[in-house]
């Protein structure tokens, strides 16, 4: 046990481990999107319930696969940008003058 130590206090420190420093990931999706991920499987059960309470069972699996399908789709191409959003202008830039120092 070399690793727990006497500090000026008199008391003993332990080492606490404060994770790897990556972002949370469940089955390749990671971070926020795995939250995403939960809102779009439970908005396609509850999709279902309703298609299925209203007109039947086609229109019930109708929803699920639409909302299962563009919640999946929209959170790949999200995840592919990064995790953090980021503002990408797009355009052509003219800079008409620069400060000089």
């Known amino acids: 046990m070399s690793e727990i130590k ?6 003993i420190d332990y080492p606490i481990f ?3 420093q ?26 279902f319930i309703i298609g299925y309470c209203i007109t039947g069972f086609l229109l019930g ?6 909302i299962l399908t563009s919640g999946i789709a929209s959170i790949l191409l999200k995840q592919r940008k990064g995790l953090h ?14 400060k000089k120092i």
């Open 61 to 66: 699996l109708i929803l699920l696969v639409i």
């Open 22 to 47: 990556r972002p949370l990931e469940f089955m390749g999706v990671q971070g926020r999107y795995i939250y995403w991920a939960a809102g779009t499987i439970g908005g396609a059960i509850v999709g």
């Open 85 to 98: 959003t980021k503002l990408s202008k797009k355009g052509v830039f003219i800079y008409a003058y620069s």
């Open 18 to 20: 404060k994770g790897l």
């Open 6 to 11: 006497e500090n000026s206090k008199g008391y």
